[in-house]
T-cell receptor, first 115, second 115 residues
Framework: EAGVVQSPRYKIIEKKQPVAFWCNPI?????LYWYLQNLGQGPELLIRYENEEAVDDSQLPKDRFSAERLKGVDSTLKIQPAELGDSAVYLC?????????????FGPGTRLTVL | GNSVTQMEGPVTLSEEAFLTINCTYT??????LFWYVQYPGEGLQLLLKATKADDKGSNKGFEATYRKETTSFHLEKGSVQVSDSAVYFCALSVSTTDSWGKLQFGAGTQVVVTP
């Protein structure tokens, strides 16, 4: 079974430029998560999707971040414009549903460097 | 709010030594508890979990017991190998309206095992 796929794995951009990250979850997983992981810290949830609906985006900085999950499968996370403080690893995870006891399966992440 | 505190690293051990990583939590309701591991260059993987008090999760020689009275979920392994070198994250998830399906992570503990 294929795992969660993310691309690109690494991205270097100048500040104020836009950037987008793509995630393909495990087939059949209805719930998709985007996490932000700063260096030396644990991941923090940005947004959670149930199928194509964003059901928890309270931690997403909506002035510059946006996300979509068209057709309830793949998802894209966008930052426009990027700031120096956005340098981090962006993780995508998926699970069959969002029960608190359910395992979340993580992709390898996209490491973003903003210069 | 919900939070997870785990011991700071790095923890450096010799092969075959005993490993303990302390994890304590604060949560409303009854959380499920998890240990995730992140090997170099890879995504987070679920190592073990426990969904109710006194449950013991175990996998690959690692164990952790859900202790409600001390709000702890310490990770242990009796004899570590070089291949156990990784970053270990303690996490919780609660089934409340504002936290449904959300994993709250600790900061992570880096473990380095030397031959």
């Amino acid at each position: 079974e294929a795992g969660v796929v993310q691309s690109p794995r690494y991205k270097i951009i100048e500040k104020k430029q836009p950037v987008a990250f793509w995630c393909n979850p495990i087939s059949g997983h209805n719930t998709l998560y985007w996490y932000l992981q700063n260096l030396g810290q644990g991941p923090e949830l940005l947004i959670r999707y149930e199928n194509e609906e964003a059901v928890d985006d309270s931690q997403l900085p909506k002035d510059r971040f946006s996300a979509e999950r068209l057709k309830g499968v793949d998802s894209t996370l966008k930052i426009q414009p990027a700031e120096l403080g956005d340098s981090a690893v962006y993780l995508c995870a998926s699970s069959p549903d969002s029960g608190s006891y359910n395992e979340q399966f993580f992709g390898p992440g996209t490491r973003l460097t903003v210069l | 709010g919900n939070s997870v505190t785990q011991m700071e690293g790095p923890v450096t051990l010799s092969e075959e030594a005993f490993l303990t990583i302390n994890c304590t939590y604060t949560a409303t309701g009854y959380p499920s508890l998890f240990w995730y591991v992140q090997y170099p260059g890879e995504g987070l993987q679920l190592l073990l979990k426990a969904t109710k008090a006194d449950d013991k999760g175990s996998n690959k020689g690692f164990e952790a017991t859900y202790r409600k009275e001390t709000t702890s979920f310490h990770l242990e392994k009796g004899s570590v190998q070089v291949s156990d070198s990784a970053v270990y994250f303690c996490a919780l998830s609660v089934s409340t309206t504002d936290s449904w399906g959300k994993l709250q992570f600790g900061a992570g503990t880096q473990v380095v095992v030397t031959p």
